[in-house]
C-alpha cells in the first residue's frame, strides 16, 4: 500500500463518512513544537509506510502531514470481509451474522490488538532515540472516523472525560441520502487533551475494545494482566473502574479478580510485564491448552484402537502418564533425544513404585527423531505432540523418513501450534513465536500442505482437526493431524 494511497483514504474519511469503504482507523496528531517528535515516539518514520500482518488482516502506519506544526500518524487496518466471514475455524454457521457485520468497518478490539502490535515500544514507554520524550506531555487530537456506541449514548464521555480529554461527536446516519431514517448506532469522534504518548495509547487499547464490547479472539485469564499492565496507573481512580474491567474482561469471575488486584498496594505494574515475556507457558498454561491437546490426543489413540504406542519426543512424560493408564493401550514406549528428560519422566512415572505388571507395558528409550532405529518399529500407533516445530526445516525430510518410512507405524497422531492464532497472545517475541527454541510455526494451510505431502510419500491418508478455543478469524491454537495407513 503506497503513502498517497493511505493519505486518500485518510482524508475521505474526515468528510462524510460510509460504512460501505473498509475504514477502520486512528490517527493521532500532535500539535506540540517539534510536532514530528510524534515519530519519535512512536518509532515509525513519517516518510515511510510501516506494514504488517495481524492475523486477520494488513495494518498499516503512515503520516498524512508531518510538519514542525502539526504531525498526524494514522493506523489504518485492511480488511477483507469476504475472507473474515469464511474462516470460521473450520465451522459453518446457519446464521447471518458471520457475513452480515460491521467488524470490519468499525473501530473495535481489532483495532485494539493491531495497535498493540504496531505501537508495542510506545506502550511500554521506550524511546532509545530521545529518552526524555517519554514523560513528556504533548496537545494531542485522536481521530476515530467510525466507533460503535452500543445503547448507552453518555458512555464515551464517560470513559474519556476523567481522563482529561475534550470529547467530540457527530452521530453517522444509516444513510445519506435517507435522513428520515435517522442515525446509526455509529459516531465519528474527535478526542483532544494534554498527555504523554504512552498514557493516550494505553487508554486507547482499552476503551476501544470497551466500546466495542464484543472482542474477536477468545478470553482468558491471561486479559486480566493485560488490563492491569495498560490501566493500572489510571483505572483504579477511574469512576467507571468497575464497567471498564467487566466489559473488557467479559467475565464476572475475571473482572471480579482485576478489581481486587488494583485495589491491592503495591500491585507493580513492571512484574506484569515481566510475567508476560513467559510466553508460551503463561499463555497456554491459562487456556489449559496442554490438558485440552493431550486429552484429544487420547482421544484419536482411543479411536484407532490402541494397541502398542511410542510416544516420540516424550519429554518430561506428561502424555505417556495419561497413555500408561488408557485401557485400550497395551504397551508404551517414550522416546526422547534428552536424558535429563527422560530422569524427569522416570519420576513423573513414578517406575520405581509402579506395580509390575504396569511397569511391564511401559518402557523409556534415549533416541533422536532424525536417525533411523529399528528399537522404534512394530508399534500400532505413534504420537507426536509439539515436536515437529522444534526441528530445523532442513530436517523435517529426514524426520519425516524416521517415523512415516522407517518406524511406519499404522497411525501417527501429530500435533503442532497454529500460527495465525498467535495474535491472540499479545506478548510474543520478536519472531513471534510460542517458545524460543520453535524454528518455524505453521499458519493452517502450510501445516496442510506438509500433511499431504507426507499423504503422497508414504501412501498414509490423513485427517486435520483443531485443538483449543477456536478464534473465528484466525483457527484453533493447535493443529492436530491423524494419519492413516
Not at 20 to 43: C, E, K
Not at 452 to 458: A, L
Amino acid at each position: 500500500m503506497s503513502r498517497r494511497r493511505c493519505a486518500q483514504d485518510h482524508r475521505d474519511t474526515r468528510g462524510a463518512i460510509r460504512l460501505n469503504g473498509r475504514f477502520m482507523l486512528v490517527s493521532i496528531t500532535s500539535t506540540t513544537p517539534d510536532a514530528t517528535d510524534l515519530g519519535f515516539l512512536l518509532h515509525k518514520h513519517p516518510d515511510r509506510v510501516r506494514s504488517v500482518d495481524v492475523g486477520f488482516g494488513r495494518a498499516h502506519v503512515f503520516y498524512p502531514e508531518a510538519t514542525s506544526q502539526r504531525c498526524t500518524a494514522t493506523l489504518f487496518v485492511e480488511i477483507d470481509p469476504i475472507a473474515l466471514s469464511r474462516r470460521q475455524g473450520g465451522r459453518q454457521s446457519r446464521l447471518l451474522e458471520p457475513y452480515v457485520n460491521d467488524r470490519p468497518y468499525v473501530a473495535s478490539s481489532m483495532l485494539s490488538v493491531a495497535l498493540g502490535r504496531l505501537y508495542r515500544t510506545a506502550l511500554s514507554g521506550t524511546c532509545d532515540a530521545r529518552p526524555e520524550l517519554v514523560s513528556e506531555r504533548l496537545d494531542l487530537e485522536v481521530d476515530l472516523p467510525v466507533l460503535p456506541l452500543r445503547g448507552d449514548e453518555d458512555l464515551l464521555r464517560r470513559l474519556f472525560e476523567p481522563l482529561g480529554y475534550q470529547v467530540e461527536s457527530a452521530p453517522i446516519p444509516l444513510d445519506e441520502q435517507f435522513g428520515a431514517w435517522g442515525d446509526s448506532v455509529y459516531c465519528s469522534v474527535r478526542l483532544s487533551g494534554r498527555h504523554t504518548v504512552r498514557s493516550t495509547l494505553e487508554h486507547l487499547y482499552v476503551l476501544l475494545g470497551v466500546l466495542d464490547d464484543r472482542k474477536h479472539y477468545w478470553i482468558g485469564e491471561n486479559e486480566i494482566d493485560k488490563l492491569l499492565r495498560r490501566g493500572g496507573d489510571w483505572l483504579p481512580s477511574h469512576p467507571e473502574s468497575e464497567l471498564i474491567s467487566r466489559r473488557f474482561l467479559r467475565y464476572g469471575r475475571f473482572a471480579r479478580e482485576a478489581l481486587a488486584r488494583l485495589a491491592e498496594s503495591g500491585e507493580d505494574t513492571d512484574s506484569l510485564d515481566e510475567r508476560s515475556d513467559e510466553v508460551e507457558q503463561a499463555a497456554e498454561r491459562r487456556i489449559s491448552l496442554g490438558e485440552q491437546r493431550h486429552e484429544s490426543v487420547l482421544e484419536a489413540v482411543r479411536a484407532l484402537g490402541g494397541g502398542k504406542v511410542v510416544d516420540l519426543g516424550c519429554g518430561e512424560g506428561r502424555l505417556l502418564q495419561r497413555l500408561v493408564t488408557e485401557p485400550s493401550v497395551t504397551e508404551v514406549l517414550g522416546v526422547d533425544v534428552s536424558v535429563g528428560a527422560l530422569e524427569q519422566a522416570e519420576r513423573r512415572l513414578g517406575l520405581d513404585e509402579m506395580s509390575e505388571r504396569r511397569r511391564e507395558r511401559i518402557n523409556l528409550l534415549q533416541g533422536a527423531l532424525t536417525y533411523s532405529d529399528d528399537r522404534l518399529r512394530g508399534y500400532d500407533i505413534a504420537t507426536v505432540v509439539e515436536v515437529i516445530e522444534h526441528v530445523d526445516s532442513e530436517r523435517l525430510g529426514m524426520l519425516a523418513e524416521v517415523v512415516f518410512g522407517h518406524a511406519a507405524p499404522a497411525a501417527v497422531v501429530l500435533t503442532t501450534p497454529n500460527r495465525e492464532y498467535n495474535t491472540n497472545f499479545e506478548h510474543l517475541s520478536s519472531a513471534g513465536f510460542r517458545h524460543r527454541d520453535h524454528r518455524f510455526e505453521w499458519t493452517r494451510d502450510e501445516f496442510a500442505a506438509w500433511a499431504h505431502g507426507i499423504e503422497d510419500r508414504f501412501g498414509y491418508s490423513v485427517e486435520i482437526s483443531g485443538i483449543g478455543p477456536g478464534d473465528p478469524v484466525c483457527g484453533p491454537p493447535t493443529q492436530m493431524a491423524v494419519f492413516s495407513r
